[in-house]
């Protein structure tokens, strides 16, 4: 819901200041379907916010299942026709974590992405992103599913920094506690490189996790395979990592897909190794290894051996690192895999 033209329908309406409270909980926190639900305002208000207010700025074409039930993918369709996608996961037992589109498609061309594969439609609205997290508390409320929901990632379709100015204030009201209240520690934003959205985030969301999806230590990989390094290589990547560890002092999460032969060789991990541990206190990064999941063609996973042995060789180099599990790849909801059509029928 646009909560700004809320704020205009109520003054238009005389109503009294709290209304604003009341109606935004109910909505943003409370994750209502319909102004119908709101019994505590009076049967006119809510007439005048139907006709007026949406509390979605989309209808939602599916909400798809996985086989363990630990991830719910729902499609979207915007009112121009464009279709988002969102992805709820659940990474522990009673604890949810959304994962959340900024754009249709995507500019950024990583040759392993299926949203890549796109190209950029258009940039998302600011109520566009946060009504995807607030759609996930009433998905959770309306068909009784128990746990904890305060994780937002910006890990869906689009390059959150290219979209800065609507991301900006999606963070701002997913995490305003009149509004939806996720907390600060709970949002984390991940970016292929765009070098000044990052310095731009360190300037604005100090409490804020960035994610940085890096997948490759040697420019010449990261060239072929992911363009924006062409624009911003490691070299000036790294020193935008240097200001935000510089500003904030928060934990930086590397993000690093495994493909078979690609980027899962010992030099390769010596390589990321000396990279990271160039940027600063290795203690503030923690690398992410992903298990590839496949789209449809090109790249292979790398062995569950190779991303092991890669995990070794990186925590020897005195960098954290942990191997992530794939979640929702069976939905094709998993990293990399979201295209805006629903693969599974
Ligand atoms: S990995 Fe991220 S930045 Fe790259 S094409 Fe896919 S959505 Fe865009």
Known sequence: MDYKKLQKVLEKNEQPAFRFKQIAKAVF??????FDEITTISKDLRMILNKELQIYPFNVKEAVISRDKRAIKALFE????????????????????????????????CDFC???????????TSDEIVSQAVFWRGYLRENNIAGTYTNIVYMGMGEPFMNWENVKESITILTDESLCDFPNRGVSVSTS???????????????INLAISLHFAFDEKRDEYMPVNKAYNLERLKK???????????????????????????????????????IGDKKLIIVNLIKYNSIDEGFTPSTTDSVQKFKELVKRGGIACTIRKSIGDDIHGACGQLAGKNKCN
Request: proline fraction near 3%.
């Open 240 to 278: 935008s990592l240097q200001y935000y560890l510089s500003k904030n002092k928060r934990r930086l999460f590397i993000e690093y897909i495994m493909l078979d032969g690609i980027n899962d060789s010992k030099e390769d991990a010596v390589a990321l190794t000396k990279y990271l541990r160039s």
């Open 78 to 109: 915007l009112e121009d026709g464009n279709i988002i996608e969102s992805v709820l996961i659940s990474p522990k037992p009673e604890t949810w974590s959304a994962c959340i589109s900024s754009q249709v498609g995507c500019a950024m061309a």
């Open 29 to 34: 926190h409370d994750g209502i379907s319909s």
């Open 114 to 124: 299926a949203t890549g594969k796109l190209g950029l439609r258009r940039d998302l």
């Open 193 to 207: 490189g765009v070098v000044p959205g990052i310095e731009k985030f360190a300037d604005t969301f100090g409490q």
